[in-house]
């Protein structure tokens, strides 16, 4: 589903990215981690194309993102880290209008947007002004308009947070459901226990370069002889030592949160 081959972006002198090589298959929810300024986000957009890459390739089914752009994000549903919604319309309008931008016709957007309302919980709340939504609502609108016009792949960054528990539990089932559909989910988060649970591979970024990529279990295997958790992955990869200290501290002697 995304091919990504040699990617970099530069701004100036830096290398934000440095070449950045990665598949992901069709069928499968894939995490991006790392710590900020690693590259996540640049990287992301450089896939999802709202950012042009300095040098290397993005695929997104077939599809060259250089050659045809708008073909690719015809078949991209994206959520950023900082979703901007207009506050001033109804839940119901703003998905009329994100189904617009996709190409929908009215007939097909009416329909489809009451069932994401529906199935997120926001049928009493579709024809309400988007400005009384708390933060969790505003939320499941946001995913609900990244599906609206049924793309193949969903690219999420950072979508747990200032989620409440059930929130949280119904996004992790939607990406499941949506990845044993046959369709694909990029997904970056910090959340390592999240990424561990729903998550068949992840990739490791560290100062714009992958330092591994693999299932979780193959990364605990590799990475800490099979005993250890993703948390234990990441910070061997990328932690620094005092990172690696305060967790210890945080820690009893059986490995577990005191």
């Known amino acids: 589903m995304i091919k990504v081959t040699g990617l970099q972006k530069r701004y100036g002198r830096f290398t934000a990215v440095k070449g950045v090589d990665l598949e992901v298959r069709r069928g499968e929810v894939f995490g991006f981690l790392g710590p900020n300024g690693a590259g996540k986000t640049t990287t992301m957009k450089m896939v999802a194309g709202l950012l042009k890459p300095s040098a290397g390739s993005v695929v997104i089914n077939g599809i060259d993102t250089s050659v045809d752009p708008v073909a690719a994000k015809k078949i991209i ?8 919604l207009y506050e001033r ?32 919980g926001l049928a009493h709340f579709g024809d309400e002004l ?7 609502m505003k939320q499941r609108l946001t995913l609900a308009a990244a599906l609206l016009h049924s793309p193949l792949l969903l690219i999420i960054d950072e979508p747990m947070v200032g989620l409440d528990p059930a929130g949280a539990k119904l996004i992790k089932q939607v990406f499941r459901s949506f990845a044993d559909d046959g369709k694909t989910v990029f997904v970056s ?3 390592l226990e999240v990424a561990e649970a729903i998550c068949d591979r992840v990739a490791i970024i560290d100062k714009g370069e992958i330092a591994t990529m693999g299932t979780v279990d193959d990364l605990k295997e590799l990475h800490t002889e099979g005993g250890g958790r993703l948390e234990d992955v990441f910070l061997k990869l990328v932690g620094s030592p005092d990172e690696q200290a305060v967790i210890s501290v945080l820690r009893d002697d059986r490995g577990v949160r005191a």
Not at 130 to 136: K, N
């Open 77 to 84: 549903g994206y959520i950023p880290d900082r979703p901007y």
């Open 89 to 120: 319309l109804t839940g119901r309008e703003f998905l009329a209008f994100v189904g617009g931008v996709y190409g929908m016709s009215d007939e097909a957007i009416a329909p489809r947007a009451t069932e994401l309302l529906n199935l997120y």
């Open 189 to 191: 988060t910090h959340t």
């Open 130 to 136: 988007v400005e009384s939504y708390s933060h969790g």
